[in-house]
């Protein structure tokens, strides 16, 4: 292999690039534009609803709000709110006194009052159950609550940074979440873009898990072919950066001397090599169906007139083929709103 065919990084310069990136490494418009809202919105104690597919980095993004806020001195307290179970989910954000429930054996604190001064991250805030929706915004209205089995007021200085990778307002047409909620969790909206659209950071950012995973694993990779990079930026990233990064990982492993080995056989997409094509044929193809049921659907993915009975698959599974494949629901988001907003104004 030819010599100019190599790019020789160097781990130092990496390290001192994440260090000035906070960790997001690019230069892309839509990844730079995020980072300079990230920013901007970090001098408030505005509400941020951070959007995006998964493995985009929303928690870095809000790690970021927080370092760069008057509040990083305080704590920084995450919550996902699809990984508790529902039952339990109250307790965990508001806590509960001794006797509330069965096994409530001690006094607990909930994060809300543990992220007293600092920041509280929501993650997978879609999937809050729709009764707690209430209690959630009154603390976002008036910053107070009271624990489970108490009626002794609790009042909290939190800035909460939410994320999202669902479409919020496809969950209020489907009466999943209250639009009073979204209002006040969107007040100021950042956007991660999807890794199909920042192939131009691919190289940065393979360089720099290269560098952090060789050194994580006491090797020595630090050249990497320009026709790895060529290939990386023909995939579609269905798992975005948290897929690229075990991509590398893998491709570290293999490499058994300085030169990074990409077990190109693992990706969909291998153009102009000699890889079988039907993984990708297969993926267009799903692709392409479900995008026709959605389009005929309006974009509506539950219900009677939804894409998902049209194709005649649980909600869950469609939703999970979208975000496999990378599909994302493309209905307005105010319009939507507005729609089921006049309906429960109606209604109530």
């Not at 009052?113 to 509280?120: E, I, R």
């Not at 049921?293 to 869950?316: M, N, Y």
Request: charged share 25%; net charge positive.
């Amino acid at each position: 292999m030819e010599v100019q065919k190599l790019m020789v990084t160097s781990i130092n310069a990496l390290y001192r690039e994440e260090a000035a990136g906070e960790g997001l490494i690019g230069s892309s418009a839509g990844l730079s534009r995020a980072l300079r809202s990230a920013r901007l919105v970090a001098q408030t104690d505005s509400t941020v609803l951070i959007q995006g597919e998964t493995g985009t980095g929303k928690e870095l993004v809000a790690r970021l709000v927080h370092q760069a806020s008057r509040r990083n001195t305080g704590p920084f307290l995450k919550l996902n709110c699809a990984a508790i179970p529902a039952g339990l989910l109250e307790s965990e954000l508001f806590g509960h006194e001794r006797g509330a429930f069965t096994g409530a054996f001690t006094q607990t604190t909930g994060r809300f009052q543990a992220a007293h001064n600092g920041t509280l991250f929501l993650d997978e805030i879609g999937d809050l159950p729709l009764e707690l929706q209430p209690k959630l915004l009154r603390v976002l209205q008036e910053g107070e609550f009271e624990r489970i089995g108490s009626n002794r007021t609790i009042r909290v200085d939190v800035r909460i940074v939410a994320a999202t990778n669902q479409n919020l307002a496809e969950l209020i047409n489907r009466r999943c979440f209250r639009p009073d909620l979204f209002y006040r969790l969107n007040v100021f909206p950042i956007r991660l873009p999807p890794l199909r659209d920042r192939l131009d950071d691919i190289s940065s950012l393979v360089r720099h898990f290269v560098a952090k995973l060789s050194k994580k694993m006491h090797k020595e990779v630090n050249c990497i072919p320009d026709s790895v990079i060529d290939a990386l930026k023909r995939h579609d990233w269905p798992g975005n950066i948290r897929e690229l990064e075990n991509v590398i990982e893998r491709a570290v492993v293999l490499s058994p001397g300085p030169i990074l080995r990409l077990p190109l056989e693992e990706l969909n997409v291998l153009a102009g090599t000699d890889a079988p094509s039907t993984l990708r044929t297969l993926a267009d193809a799903e692709r392409d169906h479900i995008l026709k049921a959605l389009q005929e659907a309006r974009w509506v993915v539950a219900g009677k007139h939804g894409a998902a009975l049209r194709l005649g698959v649980p909600r869950t599974t469609l939703v999970y083929r979208m975000q496999k494949l990378g599909i994302a629901v493309r209905r307005q988001a105010a319009v939507a709103v507005a729609e089921v907003d006049d309906r429960f104004v109606r209604e109530s």
